[in-house]
Structures are given as C-alpha cells and as structure tokens.
C-alpha cells in the first residue's frame, strides 16, 4: 500500500512547547469513535493516556488509535492528515512525560505492531515495533541465543529501543541491529541498516524525524546453553531490580549521564536525593529516578526536573540534558 500524501506534523522527541492555547479539548466526547476507511481499525476520542505511560500521569489524546498491521498503521497516517492533525507516536510509553492537559491530533500506540520471526540458520529475529524488549530477551534466552541479556530490565518497546538505542550493563542496540524497517512520510517503507542510522550514546539519525520503525532485525550469537544464558540474563534484571527503584511508577533514567560523571551522582552531591514537589520525588535509592508517589501530576514531575536541572547547573555548571521525551503544553517556572 502506498499513500501520496506529504507527512502530516510528528511530536519531535525531547521538545516542549510552553504557553500554547489548549486544543486537545474538542467537541467529541469520550467514546466517540471512527472506523478507518478500508480497516476494522477503529480511531477513538478523548481517550485518557496516563494508563499507557509508566509514569502513570497526562491527560487524554484528541484522537487515538491503535494499529495492529502496517496497513492499519498507514491508513492512521492518511486519515490524520485528511483531518489536518499533527501525530504523536506512543510505545511502551516508557521513557514520555506527557501534559496534563494532553496531546492533541492523533496519537498512535504501537504496543500491538507485534511479531517474531526466529531463524536458527543464521541467528537473526525479525520483530514488530511493538514487540516489549524484556519479552525479547527472554524468548533469545530461552533459546540460548546471546546478545540481548543486558536488555531485560527495559521496559519500552523494540522500536522505541531502536530510536534511542537503548542500552545497560555495557551493550546496546547499535551492538546487535542488523536493520529497521521504517514507514517514511510518504506512506512507503524502507530498511536502513545500523550502519545508517547515525548511532551514538542513547541517540540516532531517526529521533526528530518522521520515520516509524515497524520493525527491526537483529544479528545475536547461536551455540550458547540456555539455561546459562537464561541465568545472565536473570542476573542482570536482578541487578536493576536491587540498584533502581521499581517500587514506584517512573520512567527509568530521567537525565542523560552528561560525560565522566553519572548523572544520578551529580544530583545525590546536590542533596536532591528525596527532594519533593508535589507528589514527585526524586529517589532515595538512585538519584536519577524520579518516581510518582501515588498523587503526582505531569506539572509536578516536570517542575521537578526543571529544578534539577537548575540546581546542578549552579553547583556544577552543567546542564543536564533530559532522557525522558517531554510532550504537550508545560508552564514554564
């Protein structure tokens, strides 16, 4: 299926727009829905979104949809832009601080693009976008495959991962990614290999740009025992389970470690540790973490962050650069 149309406006990763009139808030009230043309996909009003994020805050998405096939997906993109309406692109929503007041246009949840091809001849598996990481590293290691060990305690999707080449315990994505398949803004796909996609330190050449991953394959190394390679990758959940809070809704790491020193150490020598606003706090446990003690709003994560950020620049002169993708409409402090 291939589709004429020019991209509709995609919410860039990381950007955040401050005192913009308020349009997610349209005429159609909740559980108003329509069904995409040639589909059995169906586009919703209004629905809430705090549920689909770890951090368990943000208001509704203007309109919402959830493909199951490419088909479903760039009929989303088609219909989004007859109506004129910017898009927003939601995984696992893992690593996203949405608005309280919500996102407007239509937002797309990836998390049912799901399926996995294993080819023992070669070692690679083809996944959809949506396919959960841990979910992934268990499946390789249950086959004694090894490469994905380190990415069991992730918790986004395969194609968040690819975007921002995720990574812990010393490997990440660029280490095993054969390839990704990517819906470009014109409604056709194209495969870019690793080596394409620019990809440094938690970044690459996709993020900013109005490419879907819808799928990816990676190369892992066959021959291992799987009860060994199941145990490492146990450990190495274990070892996040016991150094990170996960007590908590959070979104993982909030800041990006800036150089030489870590960014949760560069906040515990500001004395944040604890630190509240709202119902935000920064962890006791990693300093990096910021977690939703039950009655947090979106605003009070995000006043949080802004004052992380300014309370390490005035000790340490360095301007923390945020991991978590913030999106919609914040007040500025």
């Known amino acids: 299926m291939t589709l004429s149309y020019e991209s509709p406006k995609v919410a860039i990763p990381g950007t955040v727009n401050l005192n913009l009139t308020p349009s997610c808030y349209v005429s159609q009230s909740p559980n ?18 705090a549920h689909l994020t770890s951090f368990r805050v943000g208001g509704p998405a203007e309109w919402y949809v959830a493909p199951r096939t490419l088909e479903e ?28 007041r919500g996102l407007s246009g239509l937002v ?16 690679q598996v083809t996944v959809g976008a949506g396919e959960p990481l841990p979910r992934l590293a268990w499946h390789t290691a249950e086959r004694g495959w090894q490469g994905l060990e380190w990415a069991v305690g992730i918790p ?11 990574g812990a315990h010393g490997g990440c994505i660029a280490e095993s990614l054969v390839n990704a398949h990517v819906l470009l803004p014109n409604g056709t796909t194209k495969i870019l290999a690793s080596s394409e996609l620019g990809y440094t330190y938690r970044t690459s050449t996709l993020q900013g740009r ?12 066959l021959g291992g025992e799987p009860d060994k390679v199941a145990a490492d990758t146990a450990a190495h959940l274990n070892h996040r389970r016991t150094t990170q809070p996960y007590h908590l809704p959070s979104c993982g790491s909030v800041f990006r470690n800036p150089g030489e020193h870590k960014a949760g150490w560069l906040i515990e020598q500001a004395g944040l540790k604890g630190y509240q606003i709202g119902g935000a706090q920064i962890a006791q446990r990693h ?22 950020q300014q309370e390490v620049e005035q000790r340490w002169l360095l301007w923390l650069e945020p991991e978590v993708k913030i999106l919609g409409e914040f007040q500025p402090i």
């Open 156 to 166: 986004g999707t395969v194609g968040g991962a690819v975007v921002m080449n995720a």
């Open 32 to 49: 108003y829905q329509i069904q995409l043309p040639g589909t059995d996909c169906l586009v919703k009003a209004q629905i809430p979104l």
């Open 210 to 221: 109005s490419w879907l991953v819808t799928q990816a394959t990676f190369q892992l190394k």
């Open 73 to 100: 997906l760039q009929a989303g993109f088609e219909w989004a832009y007859s109506q004129g309406f910017p898009v927003t692109l939601l995984g696992a929503g893992s690593n996203l601080l949405i608005s309280d």
């Open 108 to 123: 797309i949840g990836t998390r049912r693009l799901r399926h996995t091809k294993f080819d023992p001849n070669t070692g």
């Open 287 to 308: 300093a990096n973490f910021i977690l939703n003690c039950g009655t947090a709003t979106a605003t009070d994560i995000f006043q949080l962050i802004r004052h992380v």
